[in-house]
């Protein structure tokens, strides 16, 4: 499968992540998975059978996926931070 569908997947998945910067929480697309900003996780199992089951994907395709999503989710994270800390510093 091409990367383009794959990007594709990754931005329906950040689409659907909850992120409550105001109350520190993510609430995942899969598993029904909430954590706060410091426990961020990703639940491979879930995430997994989400990427299977949903989109159809094979191993390195889910591979890929997981590896995009959680840096886009950390990169969320820090800037919102950063910002904080421009902010309030």
Not at 9 to 31: A, C, F, K, L, S
Not at 54 to 81: M, N, P, R, W
């Amino acid at each position: 499968m091409e990367n383009n569908y794959l990007d594709k997947v990754v931005d329906q998945i950040v689409r659907e992540t909850e992120i409550d910067y105001g109350n520190d929480w993510i609430r995942y697309p899969y598993g029904g998975l909430t954590t706060t900003f410091r426990g961020f996780t990703i639940d491979t199992y879930f995430m997994v059978q989400h990427l299977k089951n949903i989109y159809g994907l094979h191993l390195s395709e889910i591979e890929y996926v997981i590896s995009v999503y959680k840096q886009t989710i950390k990169d969320k994270l820090i800037t919102y931070i950063d910002d904080e800390l421009r902010n309030n510093g």
